[in-house]
């Protein structure tokens, strides 16, 4: 509320439950000069370390925020304070066990950056290998624990007593985000990612990865190789070393795409402050704090996605949406399908180099979320990535299009897919599985026709909404029943017509009898018809 949200607060109901002055939401109105990114940026700000880390990672739901948020939300990477070096000292000696001068030659007490997790100094090991030490945070564990308990109250909260917790399950995206945290605060988790990277980068000459040194690594310390270079947010400096920004673009570009398409494991967060550019045009990936994860079948949509907006098909794109498992209703397939017809006719005169992927990518995400489409947070976090990588590449050459980077690999990948050794690989996969089936389809047969025999065997049969079609029939055959009563009701009619013109010319006893048979017959048939037509209205179904 002191930054400007006690309007949103009452509308949401929330004020209701809370003892809260009304004046206190008037004094509001000197923040609202402010716009709402930046009011929800100083309030994250103030509420610290976990509420930072929130916002950051609320920036990578451009699917769900508008870019005025995400623009403020991106800027908490860099608004930690750093924390005193006395407490530096204190958490490495308690977590290698050996004083900093004994540990280290040279440790610079000046941080190189702070984070809301932890901070970086830039330090020398006894072998005289320059290195780049991440200190925790102290008493961050703690602070952090106590604010997931209060956002879990929150959620509670407001999946109780809202209407929007209804919709999107609060409580479950704090348990994810506590998961997120807890990984996080341990460094040895950063540590595996970045040998993982280093393993599967060996093959590019180009791409340089740090060394972990796990002899000075710990759950609260993280020791990495320092890497040497320029840093690509320095343009003015990269600028006078003569670099080839062509070639880094596509060095970079390249490098992300197979790391998403080839290996399902990314770099999250490739923005300049995390490369360094060598003088010989080799680049090298940093901070592998935040990655993503792609499992072979999210690969595979992804894939089908990608190939979608490369060749302008619609139907490959809702197919992808489709293969998320999220979507039940065929009706909505199409209705979706005509609005992405649409969205690529906006883009299908536009060269290929005027394409931006991350930009289609949202717009896609945002028509499956108008039909709730629950969109995976893979996907998420991987748009966020390529619309970072997409930005980057631009500025060192706006005449590059990542598309042209990804198309070929996409293909190539495309065709593995289907490859004799892909579909060699299924078959041993799945090979217990078929021996399983070859030995227990005998027994299942034998059993169904034991069961066929009992005298009180019955087969279920369930059609889809039986109940619908019956009334369908019900009303056309109630329709074709009084046009026939209607039809025979005129039959009738004339029939007794004609039998009174008879009657009139026989003699005057015989007459008068005939008419009385002929009266009753046709108030008969007049109660008969009434009958009918009761019967049809009674059933509801005309």
């Not at 994250?44 to 990672?57: A, C, N, S, V």
């Not at 109250?153 to 919709?167: E, M, P, Q, S």
Request: with cysteine; hydrophobic share 40%; charged share 30%.
């Amino acid at each position: 509320m002191k930054h400007g949200f006690g309007t949103l607060l009452d509308q949401l109901g929330i004020l209701n439950y809370v003892n809260i002055k009304k004046k206190i939401i008037d004094k509001e109105e000197k923040k609202k000069q402010l716009s709402n990114g930046e009011r929800l940026r100083l309030a994250l700000e103030e509420l610290g370390p976990t509420f930072i880390k929130l916002g950051q990672i609320m920036s990578t739901r451009s699917d769900l925020m508008p870019s005025s948020i995400i623009n403020e939300l991106e800027k908490l990477h860099d608004s930690a304070l750093p924390f005193p070096f006395e407490e530096v000292k204190n958490r490495i000696e308690y977590e290698l066990g050996e004083k900093v001068e004994d540990i280290f030659i040279e440790f610079n007490e000046e941080p190189l950056a702070a984070a809301s997790i932890g901070q970086v100094h830039l330090a020398r090991i006894k072998g005289g290998q320059r290195v780049v030490v991440k200190i925790q945070r102290p008493r961050i564990e703690a602070k952090i624990e106590e604010d997931i308990n209060i956002l879990k109250d929150l959620a509670w909260f407001i999946d109780n007593h809202t209407k929007y917790g209804k919709l999107y399950e609060f409580s479950t995206m704090v348990k994810e985000f506590q998961k997120t945290l807890k990984d996080e605060l341990d460094f040895r988790t950063e540590g595996e990612h970045t040998e993982k990277f280093k393993r599967n980068l060996s093959k590019n000459k180009n791409i340089v990865v740090p060394s972990v040194y796990w002899d000075y690594t710990t759950r609260c310390v993280l020791t990495l190789e320092y890497i040497e270079g320029t840093s690509l947010s320095d343009y003015e400096a990269l600028k006078n070393q003569n670099i080839d920004f062509k070639l880094i673009a596509r060095t970079i570009s390249k490098s992300i795409f197979e790391q998403i398409l080839k290996d399902g494991f990314y770099h999250g967060d490739p923005h300049p402050g995390n490369i360094k550019v060598f003088p010989d045009n080799k680049i090298a990936f940093l901070d592998f704090g935040m990655v993503g994860i792609l499992r072979e079948e999210r690969k595979k949509q992804f894939l089908k996605m990608l190939l979608g907006i490369a060749f302008k098909n619609s139907k490959l794109i809702v197919q992808a949406i489709m293969d998320l498992g999220a979507m039940t209703k065929r009706s909505d397939a199409k209705k979706l399908q005509y609005e992405i017809d649409n969205l690529r006719d906006e883009y299908i005169e536009l060269p290929i180099n005027q394409i931006k992927l991350g930009e289609i990518f949202n717009k896609i995400f945002n028509l499956s979320f108008k039909y709730d489409i629950r969109i995976p947070h893979e996907f998420t976090m991987l748009v966020k990535t390529l619309a970072t990588m997409e930005g980057v590449v631009e500025k060192l050459d706006p005449e590059l299009n990542i598309l042209e980077i990804a198309e070929p690999i996409a293909k190539k990948l495309m065709f593995k897919v289907f490859s004799p050794e892909t579909i060699k690989d299924y078959i041993k996969e799945g090979i217990f599985d078929y021996g399983n089936l070859i030995k227990e389809f005998p027994d299942i047969i034998l059993n169904f026709f034991r069961k066929m025999e009992d005298e009180d065997y019955t087969l279920n049969f369930k059609l889809k909404s039986i109940d619908d079609i019956l009334k369908r029939f019900d009303r056309i055959s109630n329709k074709i029943s009084f046009s026939i009563a209607l039809l025979s009701l005129s039959i009738i009619i004339a029939g007794f017509i004609i039998g009174f013109a008879m009657a009139a010319t026989v003699e005057t006893e015989a007459y008068i009898f005939n008419l009385s048979i002929l009266k009753i017959g046709l108030i008969a048939a007049v109660l008969m018809y009434l009958w009918l037509i009761f019967s049809i209205f009674r059933t509801g179904r005309f």
